[in-house]
């Protein structure tokens, strides 16, 4: 289901193939939380820009339309029109950033909707059971993602129970994909690895999830507020106790420097709103480093935001509109600087995946790593 | 320059040439106030869903980015990337609607920018000068639109005032057209109509503007509060007093009902920002009526928003994904209900074109009038 092409140095050239084909690794995953891109992105827009997997939020979905009515739809890809790779998250990461009076226990945790205060309940069966009525190929496990920093008595405990709930998750979406009613009965756990930043807390997590023999491993609770440096020694931490043929999902990053720094430590999927979030902003990523279309110098530039790339954005219109519309506020200054933005983030995976076949992916990350995050 | 191909009673099929290709008329011009369509929809966008002329506002475009930006960018088709007919309004209408404190002389018009409350003069040389920045193929000449009620008295002064602006507007044009900046010389000018709902005032004023020979005529100062008759009255008072040989506009107008009507009384030129604005809302037209695509029956409504539109949305999504969006507020439900809308428009004025063709436009007007129009 997963396997490795080629290899240079931790750096993995790979494919994993799901029901809904194959997947082409390093990937970015592009966040579409609520079944929809944000910045008014359609699923052919996503074809378009060479999008590979499209991630979508299992407590967003849930809450709004519900996931009974996506599976009474045909599930998440027949809804969205969308029939390339899904990977919902598990709803653990929204419960405990967004939804209000959290109570956790062995069971699982009760929380208020953050739309209208309803009390829900969700545990592992309860997340299994919503991500197969969505129907995505890879569900995510249940989990708790502590905040950095918490105490280590609190995230030792923490990760024990995230262990059970992962032991459940994965005979839970079992019976689940057994049932006649599931849309896409092939779909596979990955488990998930906690721990904050204690290393022998992390280390004796992973070596616990990885007995479990899952199709695939991600590591979780990272990019909430720890430095770079902190992240990365973490991957390199539990990198080696994740199975060799399984694939890694770092979750939730990044910035481009920390994807390339991520694949150079054997990381094979990644997700984030960054590109997304700051193209609404107005901050563009190009080969040379993050430009501020609306910065006045742009206002006569003919030129496309990057004359390196070949989004729909750049083969058409220049600076000087983009910039405008930004000024103007219309919708399409959204429209266009989320698709550029995405469009270099696939396209940057794409580089990525070249460059290991080639067997120049170091020199490409030296090259890169700090150019790309540079404000210019 | 604007031929009839066909007559059925006053309805007329017909094609005008201008130097970005040629439009088949009755046509409904895209409108894109600032140079792009609310509801983030491209240039490319604007093809796709059949749009023949983009419709952009003087006034807007002056304040922001300045037209004298977007003449040094090659003018309005270069800035915004597209390469048909582009028609400008004299931002007379906004003047009188957006701007604060307004003063009106024999000139011109001061006003305060909305933006900014920076002092402005407008007067006919100006909107031309303007206009001819832009490099629009169609220019609209500076006028006064007088609010419905006005007294009487205020409307005739009004109205020859608006004349003697006419011919200032025709002479200016001709100069800056002679000039070597000019982005796009072959730019012509359309003299509106005004008179409120006098029906004397408008015949006066329509003879007085069809001596002056211009390349083509609008009917402005209706939709603004008017009653559906009292527009259609006007409509037939004046017409009989406009050249048969140029082409007829019809400011501001309307429903698909106002246009089969405006079509009947010999009109070949109609825009309006209602079918985006609408849209932007949800109430969404189609063949059979106007569905608010937010009502709860279209939860689980597996069905295109119209069975019989083939536009991008309809021949991919659901209504229920449609609804969906609207209920999450992804800005993906704008575009998409402005994409169908605008379609939809388009669409019925092939329909309309159709008909014509084939002598059929009485029946065609007698089914969809009402039926168009109404909230099902």
Redesign the interface.
């Known amino acids: 289901m997963y396997r490795i092409l080629k290899k240079e140095n931790k750096a993995r050239l790979g494919e994993m193939t799901t029901p809904h084909g194959t997947i082409h690794t390093p990937v970015f995953m592009n966040v579409g939380t609520?079944?929809?891109?944000?910045?008014?992105?359609?699923?052919?827009d996503l074809e378009t820009i060479g999008c590979q997997v499209e991630l979508s939020n299992t407590y967003?979905l849930h809450l709004?339309?519900g996931d009974r009515?996506i599976r009474?739809?045909?599930g998440l890809h027949r809804?969205?029109?969308w029939n390339r790779p899904i990977l919902t998250d598990s709803g653990g990461f929204q419960i405990f950033s967004l939804a209000g009076l959290r109570k956790i226990s062995e069971e699982g945790v009760a929380f208020n909707s953050h739309i209208d205060g309803r009390h829900i309940f969700m545990g592992p069966e309860e997340s299994m059971q919503i991500q197969s009525n969505l129907g995505s190929d890879i569900a995510m496990a249940f989990d708790e993602c502590v905040k950095i920093p918490s105490p280590r008595e609190y995230v030792e405990k923490s990760a024990e129970r995230t262990f059970r709930w992962l032991k459940r998750c994965a005979s839970s979406l079992k019976e689940y994909n057994a049932r006649d009613e599931a849309p896409n009965p092939g779909q596979v756990l990955f488990g998930i690895n906690q721990g904050a930043v204690f290393r022998d807390i992390r280390i004796d997590h992973m070596k616990k999830i990885a007995d479990l023999e899952l199709p695939g491993y991600a590591i979780g609770g990272l990019a909430v507020g720890e430095t770079h440096q902190e992240m990365y020694d973490t991957i390199e931490a539990v990198e080696e106790y994740m199975p060799d043929d399984k694939p890694r999902y770092l979750m939730g990053v990044g910035t481009p420097g920390n994807i390339l720094e991520g694949v150079a430590r054997g990381v094979d999927f990644f997700d984030c709103v960054m590109p997304a979030r700051n193209g609404r902003h107005g901050h563009l990523f190009t080969w040379n480093g993050i430009i501020n279309i609306k910065n006045e110098k742009y206002?006569?530039d003919?030129g496309p935001i990057d004359p390196l790339c070949f989004c729909?954005v750049c083969r058409?219109?220049?600076r000087?509109?983009v910039?405008?519309?930004f000024?103007?506020e219309?919708?399409?200054a959204?429209?266009?600087s989320v698709m550029h933005n995405l469009y270099f983030y696939n396209d940057l995976m794409l580089h990525i995946r070249q460059n290991l076949e080639q067997g120049t992916y170091e020199s490409f990350r030296k090259r890169f790593t700090s150019q790309l995050d540079t404000r210019i």
């Open positions: 609520q079944g929809a891109i944000k910045g008014a992105l359609s699923a052919s967003h709004r339309p009515l009474e739809m045909g809804f969205m029109t206002s006569s003919p729909p058409r219109y220049s000087s509109y910039r405008h519309l000024k103007a219309e919708m399409l959204m429209r266009f």
